[in-house]
């Protein structure tokens, strides 16, 4: 499976990995589907892979559970998901962007409609300025393709970010943490349920941070739903 270097000169209807012509409503083959790094088991607070755990939280949880009850992500940031998130983020190959989404969308959808019952999507919000630079909110692309495949609602203002955060990529977990303290704000939602849409969890802290917002504001239950966990 060879990642291609250009993916504004690939066609409509070609596979977004190898570039193979395709007649399908999933913009991937088949062989390339079956090599993605699927993200199984884990820590069902954090996603945090783990072996032989049982389904019990891992030690990090346990310690200091996240303020979102659940994490799902679909897939392993590692390659060639690293990429595909990366072209689609920064590149806006919103194909890529929307392949991964679809997944996501099936691997939730595996868990039955009683799972998913109630729950209102909100995607993480970006800074006004992040999003004039970048053209478009990565996390609400995501969570369109979730709401009409899972047939979801969707709330994509009622959670803001008040301020401008510096780049999570050279800090640890602790200055993650620092860094978004008071970031986010939401509005009233008491008794709600949401599922925090968002592309890649790391440490947690950024979907941490928005969940303690939605939880002030009177959110009863908070989950994260990601296309992929970075190990």
């Not at 193979?20 to 913009?27: E, F, K, M, V």
């Not at 050279?170 to 860094?179: C, K």
Request: charged share 20%.
């Amino acid at each position: 499976m060879v990642y291609k270097s250009n993916p504004w000169q690939r066609l409509p209807a070609c596979c977004v990995l190898c570039g193979i012509a395709l007649h399908g409503p999933l913009d991937l083959c088949a062989p390339c589907a079956s090599e993605l790094p699927l993200h199984q088991g884990g820590c069902p607070r954090c996603a945090m892979p783990l072996d032989g755990a049982g389904g019990a939280p891992c030690g990090q949880c346990q310690r200091q559970p996240p303020q979102f009850d659940a994490c799902i992500a679909a897939l392993r940031y590692e390659y060639p998901v690293r990429e595909l998130i990366a072209h689609f983020k920064f590149r806006g190959d919103l194909a890529a962007g929307r392949v991964l989404a679809l997944l996501l969308a099936q691997r939730i959808a595996t868990l039955g409609p009683a799972y998913r019952a109630g729950i209102t999507l909100v995607p993480v919000p970006l800074h006004r300025v992040r999003l004039a630079e970048r053209g478009f909110n990565q996390s609400e692309r995501v969570a369109r393709v979730l709401a009409r495949e899972l047939a979801l609602p969707m709330a994509p203002a009622l959670a803001a970010r008040a301020r401008r955060t510096d780049d999570q990529k050279s800090l640890d977990a602790a200055a993650r943490r620092r860094n978004l303290g008071t970031a986010f704000t939401a509005a009233p939602c008491r008794g709600r349920r949401f599922a925090l849409v968002d592309d890649v969890i790391t440490t947690g802290a950024t979907l941490d941070a928005l969940a303690a917002a939605l939880r002030a504001a009177g959110a009863v239950q908070v989950e994260a739903w990601c296309l992929a966990r970075s190990l």
